[in-house]
């Protein structure tokens, strides 16, 4: 069976080009923005993963992740960011919460497949 993946992204080319990339080997769930993809949560669904955007409009990947990183149900989620942003590792460092990788876009694909195998491992592992 394929582990889900929950990718949360306000820029369509990325979002297809994710479910290009992913669809073979994951069964892959798009949401356009944060507050899609914590009631597709709330509606009893849970990813193996999530890779969420850090800069999106109206629930940004900030506060996306850090209400699924203080919530009982889903706080052990691996979750990989992605942004364009420069200082991304500085925002990241000073993020309240745990982050298990963040990736720099333009990301190469391999990059991020490597850090969703690795990451879907170590889940598995703790939650046999």
């Not at 949401?31 to 669904?45: P, Q, R, T, V």
């Not at 706080?75 to 942004?83: G, Q, W």
């Not at 990736?103 to 046999?128: G, M, R």
């Amino acid at each position: 069976m394929k582990s889900t993946l929950l990718i949360v992204d306000d820029d369509l080319s990325i979002l297809k080009l994710l479910n290009f990339i992913l669809a073979k080997d994951y069964d892959v769930v798009v949401k356009s923005n944060g507050i899609d993809a914590f009631g597709w949560l709330e509606d009893g669904n849970m990813p193996e993963l999530i890779i969420s955007d850090l800069q999106m409009p109206y629930f940004d990947g900030q506060s996306f992740v850090k209400n699924v990183k203080i919530s009982g149900f889903y706080r052990d989620i691996p979750v990989i960011l992605l942004s364009a942003a420069h200082d991304l590792d500085e925002q990241v460092s000073k993020m309240p919460f745990k982050v298990e990788a963040y990736i720099h876009k333009p990301f190469k694909p391999n990059d991020l497949k490597s850090a969703i195998n690795q990451l879907l491992q170590v889940y598995e592992s703790t939650n046999i």
